[in-house]
């Protein structure tokens, strides 16, 4: 089995500042990781760090067995990593049509499939991307990402903000998208559990460390110590 992503000893930040702080990762072919912990402690930063747009300070960063540290960012999409940022970044004056091909790579996921996958999408086609809604945002950021064929795909908090209906038929997408698929899967949430639901393994950070690593159902299984590791909020605020 191909390893995807390995992530070893990383400290990356913004300029200076160091936010992620000897971190390690992996992702295998096909399998899909959640990536939890409160605001703040670097999920966001973690994800835009594989995309190389952050200052990677030291450690090592492979992906498909090449390191990549040193790989400008637009090559990296090309080569097959996908991300759909946590601020959605459309393009509000395309439209929704527009956005998909700009973004298309050759591979099984055309312009039919988005549409299949998201049918909302192909009767929003000819709207501007600043016409959408919240939720048709996010399925149109999904989609872009899934048009350029990623070998990764990296999801920053995509049931974020939305309303629960909208929720699940995100939901209903990210299963329908990973049936018989060999796409690896980072996905970053604030709804814990309905990651761990999601994903077959996950890790918890605080302050750029890991702090917690395992199969998600441990976690699952055991509210007392995910809501000790995710805490309930409180300290945030
Ligand atoms: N563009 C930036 N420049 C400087 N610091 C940033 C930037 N983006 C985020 N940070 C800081 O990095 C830390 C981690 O942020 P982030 O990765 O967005 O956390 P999360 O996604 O887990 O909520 C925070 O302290 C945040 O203020
Ligand atoms: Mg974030």
Do not use: C
Request: charged letters at 25%; proline letters at 4%.
């Amino acid at each position: 089995m191909a390893e995807l992503l390995k992530i070893d000893n990383l400290f990356a930040g913004y300029g200076e500042t160091v936010v992620i702080e000897g971190l390690s990762l992996s992702l295998a072919d096909g399998e899909a990781i959640s990536v939890l912990g409160r605001n703040g402690v670097g999920k966001s930063t973690l994800l835009n760090t594989v995309l190389g747009l952050t200052t990677q300070h030291s450690g090592s960063l492979h992906y498909l067995g090449k390191d990549i540290g040193k790989v400008p960012s637009h090559e990296r999409a090309v080569a097959g990593l996908g991300l759909v940022p946590q601020e959605r970044e459309i393009f509000p004056s395309l439209t929704v049509h527009e956005n998909l091909r700009v973004a298309q790579q050759p591979g099984e996921w055309d312009l039919d499939r988005i549409y299949e996958l998201f049918p909302r999408l192909a009767e929003r086609r000819r709207n501007m991307g600043n016409q959408l809604s919240g939720g048709e945002q996010q399925m149109l950021a999904i989609g872009r990402a899934l048009i350029g064929n990623p070998r990764v795909l990296l999801l920053d908090e995509p049931f974020e903000g939305l309303a629960p209906i909208i929720v699940d038929a995100l939901v209903d997408a990210f299963q329908k998208l990973r049936q018989g698929s060999r796409m690896g899967i980072v996905l970053v949430e604030q709804h814990a559990e309905l990651a761990l639901e999601l994903t077959e393994r996950a890790i918890v950070l605080d302050r750029g460390k890991a702090r917690w690593e395992g199969e998600s159902k441990v976690l699952l299984n055991d509210p007392d110590q995910l809501a000790q590791l995710i805490g309930l909020g409180a300290e945030d605020e």
